[in-house]
């Protein structure tokens, strides 16, 4: 049985703000799903994890920077909810200045 | 006036080319659709202002002799695909006011064949659900029975098709989410081969599983539309070429395999079971051979599936921070703004298979579900490889049951999750899948379609376009 303890540390963990009842729920909901994906543990898998060189694979290419039109960016920037000048702003993170 | 029920892209193409109607005639006539239906249904979550400049701009490709055999076509869209500068939510709060910077590759080259784009079509939240019902706005009804859902993800794209508020639309597939709003609404759906269709501009959700596809009331149409959103893309690296897969010959009938014993469960209805055999029925009067195969390990298919996609789910909806794009609520510092955001913006399923994949992917249980998952799916594919020595095709129905009432399985996650059980191998093994429609069933005094799903080796969609065209007499 997961618990309302696991459920906080999962939501900790994936950022996310719950309300007291969901965590509640979720320990069932969650639970059901559980038991559920348990059946893949009866499979016998006897294969190892090496991936097999099949048809499909990573594909590179070269990292050659392209320009932009300053409307793109502009428009990129107007996305975020908060912009100072060519910037995206967040909220100051650094506690109390610190001597050097 | 159009006969919007009967018409096709072919037909469409052919019509406006003579010059029995034009672009605009045809898109007003589909505009005039969406105000008489969308009300009701909910196809739609947005329905766009410039679709008649849209349409006079496809009218003058066919003036000056550079149209294709999309121009003009009036498609819905996904909500969860970037179109440059119109908003693209993915149905969730989280991205509610979000403007595409860009066009997704898929966009790119339909707008280039010059189609109209007459919405953004309303989806379950970042595509996850079978029926729309997870939408942060509203939910989508079954145009065949406005008790029932449509299905899901794409389910406003099905119920746009189906309601003739556009002649094709596109959507997304991740364990069925094309195929089972397709068979819900009596339409054709394609979820092709891993990597055959760009993703790039698209939201992702289940990176290894996720493919782009056409709806369509034919499969000629969505040979048409597949050929022209196919093809390697520079900006997903996941694209493979023509060459990537080679086809086997198949010089007579191709051999039809049937997983007869995973079809005997309690979770399908008897009436599917029994279309399903008059399908097969079909099939041989058309010449083809049926055999029963087995594929040992499908029976742990939903579950491999319940564990790799919410795994991948919760590392792709991390980059919503409130910071680049999107919503943001104000906690009592950065890290807050984070979690309240977080919290507030994502609803309900979308919160469950977070919490899940991270659940699966956290330290002590990684070896237990995520790898173990991955190595069920490894022999799955092995499963299915041998099969497909034997048999060209296989077949099975798309869904174990007809469209459900609305609100009937909202209340119990696993039980709409068993939806995908006949979908979800072709995006784990990353086969071609159509679903095309195979018959009605009277269910409470309405005709509510059902659905044949066929999977081929990699790589062979055009063998899916033979035999769907063969099996519904194109």
Redo the contacts between chains.
């Keep these: 049985m997961i618990t309302v303890q696991e459920i906080e540390k999962l939501a900790n963990l994936a950022r996310i703000r719950l309300e007291e009842d969901e965590k509640v729920s979720l320990t069932k909901e969650i639970d059901s799903i559980l038991t559920y994906i348990d059946q893949i543990k009866k499979a016998t898998v006897d294969v190892d994890f090496t991936p097999i060189p099949g048809a499909v694979h990573n594909i590179f290419r070269d990292d050659i920077p392209t320009s932009t039109s300053s409307t793109d960016r502009e428009n990129i920037l107007n996305e975020a909810p908060y912009r100072e000048g060519d910037f995206v702003a967040v909220k100051k993170i650094i506690e109390q200045d610190v001597d050097l | 006036m159009i006969d919007l029920s009967t018409l096709t892209i072919k037909k469409a193409h052919d019509e406006m080319k003579s010059g029995k109607y034009s672009a605009v005639m045809l898109a007003s006539a589909y505009l005039k659709e969406i105000e008489n239906k969308n009300k009701e249904i909910n196809a739609y979550l947005e329905v766009y202002n410039d679709v008649i400049e849209q349409a006079k701009e496809a009218d003058k490709r066919f003036e000056n002799g550079t149209d294709t055999i999309l121009t003009g076509i009036p498609f819905a869209i996904k909500d969860n695909i970037l179109i440059k500068?119109r908003i693209a939510s993915s149905a969730s709060k989280i991205l509610e006011n979000?403007?595409a910077?860009?066009d997704a590759t898929v966009i790119k080259k339909l707008k280039d064949a010059g189609v109209v784009f007459m919405g953004r079509t309303n989806m379950d939240e970042f595509a996850m659900g079978g029926s729309t019902e997870n939408s942060a706005f509203v939910i989508t009804k079954n145009p065949h029975d406005i008790s029932r859902v449509a299905g899901g993800s794409s389910g406003g794209s099905a119920a746009a098709v189906a309601m003739d508020s556009a002649l094709a639309s596109l959507g997304s597939d991740t364990g069925g989410s094309i195929r089972q709003p397709a068979s819900f609404c009596g339409l054709v759906g394609l979820k092709s081969t891993?990597?055959r269709v760009s993703r790039y501009g698209v939201m992702s959700m289940g990176s290894s599983l996720d493919q782009i596809g056409p709806f369509s009331k034919t499969v000629t149409d969505t040979e048409i539309i597949y050929n022209t959103i196919k093809g390697q893309d520079?900006n997903d690296?996941?694209t493979?070429s023509e060459k990537?897969?080679t086809s086997k010959e198949i010089k007579n009938k191709p051999v039809v395999g049937v997983p007869r014993h995973f079809l005997g469960g309690d979770g399908i209805k008897k009436e599917v079971l029994e279309n399903f055999n008059q399908s097969l029925e079909k099939l041989k009067k058309l010449g083809y051979e049926i055999m029963d195969i087995t594929l040992p390990?499908i029976?742990?298919s939903?579950?491999?599936y319940?564990?790799i996609m919410p795994a991948e789910v919760?590392s792709n909806l991390?980059r919503f921070d409130?910071?680049?794009?999107?919503?943001?609520k104000d906690g009592k510092?950065?890290?807050d703004?984070?979690?309240?955001t977080?919290?507030?913006g994502?609803g309900?399923e979308a919160?469950?298979r977070?919490?899940?994949g991270?659940?699966v992917l956290?330290s002590g249980y990684y070896d237990?579900?995520y790898?173990?998952?991955?190595?069920?799916r490894?022999?799955l594919i092995e499963d299915f490889v041998k099969a497909f020595e034997k048999v060209d095709i296989i077949v099975t129905p798309t869904t174990p049951d007809t469209a459900f009432k609305i609100g009937e399985k909202t209340s119990?996650?696993?039980a709409m999750?068993l939806e995908d059980i006949f979908t979800v191998t072709a995006n784990l093994t990353?086969m071609p899948a159509i679903s095309i429609p195979s018959g009605n069933l009277n269910v409470e005094g309405k005709e509510l379609p059902l659905g044949l799903q066929i999977t081929a080796r990699?790589g062979e969609e055009d063998l899916l376009f033979r035999v769907g065209k063969e099996f519904l007499g194109e």
């Design positions: 500068g979000y403007h910077t860009y891993y990597g520079i690296s996941t493979i990537t897969y390990n029976a742990q939903l579950a491999v319940y564990v919760s991390s409130s910071v680049r794009f999107g919503l943001h510092d950065g890290i703004d984070y979690f309240v977080r919290g507030a994502f309900k919160r469950r977070i919490l899940l991270t659940y956290s237990a579900y790898n173990r998952a991955n190595a069920v490894r022999i119990d996650p696993v999750y990353g990699h």
